[in-house]
């Protein structure tokens, strides 16, 4: 958040005008779930609901930037903008933290407005930390919005997600996402429609990808993956490789790659698969998408491992998840 007042993405508009609606007649729910895609900026749109609400007087639906609220949020100290996340080196959000969050909520707002909490990702909240938000959630305070912003809803206890309004936040279209990246690559090579499929059309992530190696490490990453399709390399092998880098971006991009391979299949996405050989283009062509959908999910739970606190065998784990692969694409030779 470098420019204050924060406006919302130019995919995010809808979502934004709604939101405004709401405010303007009073009609805005105690909490707010923001869900969809990582990389997408639904922390953003979080945090300029936050600024509009704890603005004294906003102009046309945006914040002033001036009032004592603004100011307060533009040094990012506003008391009454209450931000929740793990902890510096820690995976999840702690019991603990949740506490000290009631706490603060049983308080009187200081500025006298809304109190706005801002909780990401909701999917960190281990059953102890959910569960005591939940009593906060039944009883929820006057003029406190809380927004839980979330990357994997079904990762979130079920009684929390029905107790917050459910906001599906929107995937950019390739054509947006280039529109708003080109004019940040002045001076950069690299090629933004192969950028923005890495990324799987999330904008925040491309952009990230342009910093570091994210983008030649996919490069190998996928180069490995087309080797181990057409059996030039085993899956054990692959495994013993893949298993020394970070395992969960690896996993990220597989998953990301997935997608794109589920809209080719259906004739929506063009780019990166129509550069793989030939041979693997038509047997990919051919697996059912039932299959597919089925081996996602497999995927999703091991993403959930590495997530979670039981530190699964990375090694055993990929290469559970290799050998699946090449036994999908042996079933439509
Ligand atoms: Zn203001």
Redesign the pocket.
């Known amino acids: 958040m470098s420019d204050f007042p924060s406006h919302p993405y130019p995919w995010q508009l809808q979502e934004w005008q709604q939101l405004g609606h709401q405010i303007f007649a009073n009609k805005l729910p105690h909490a707010l779930m923001f869900a969809g895609a990582k990389g997408i900026g639904k922390r953003h749109l979080a945090e300029s609901l936050a600024q509009l609400l704890l ?4 102009v046309e639906g945006t ?5 004592r ?2 100011m307060l949020n533009r040094v990012r100290n506003h008391p009454d903008l209450i931000v929740v996340a793990p902890e510096e080196g820690a995976k999840g959000i702690k019991v603990d933290q949740i506490r000290s969050l009631i706490e603060d909520l049983g308080k009187t707002a200081q500025q006298g407005g809304y109190k706005v909490v801002v909780l990401e990702p909701a999917e960190a909240m281990n059953a102890n930390a959910a569960n005591a938000l939940l009593k906060s959630l039944e009883e929820p305070a006057a003029n406190t919005l809380l927004i839980l912003v979330c990357h994997t809803p079904s990762a979130v206890l079920p009684t929390i997600r029905s107790r917050c309004q459910m906001r599906l936040l929107p995937t950019p279209n390739t054509e947006q996402v280039i529109h708003w990246l080109k004019p940040l690559m002045v001076g950069n090579s690299t090629p933004v429609e192969k950028l923005v499929e890495a990324a799987g059309r999330a904008p925040l992530t491309a952009l990230a990808y342009l910093e570091g190696d994210a983008l030649e490490r996919r490069d190998a990453w996928l180069l490995n993956l087309i080797r181990l399709s057409s059996g030039q390399v085993t899956a054990i092998e692959v495994a013993a490789q893949w298993q020394k880098d970070d395992v969960l971006a690896l996993v990220e991009w597989f998953l990301v790659w997935l997608h794109s391979l589920m809209r080719w299949q259906i004739g929506v996405e063009q780019i990166l698969i129509n550069q793989l050989p030939q041979n693997l283009r038509d047997r990919l062509a051919k697996v059912p998408a039932s299959l597919l959908h089925r081996y996602v999910e497999k995927i999703l739970i091991s993403k959930r491992q590495l997530l979670g606190s039981s530190n699964p065998n990375k090694q055993l784990l990929l290469e559970e998840m290799l050998l699946d692969w090449g036994a999908l694409l042996r079933s439509v030779k």
Not at 55 to 58: A, D, G, N
Not at 63 to 67: D, H, Q, T, V
């Open positions: 603005c004294l007087s906003p914040p002033c930037g001036k009032c609220g603004c």
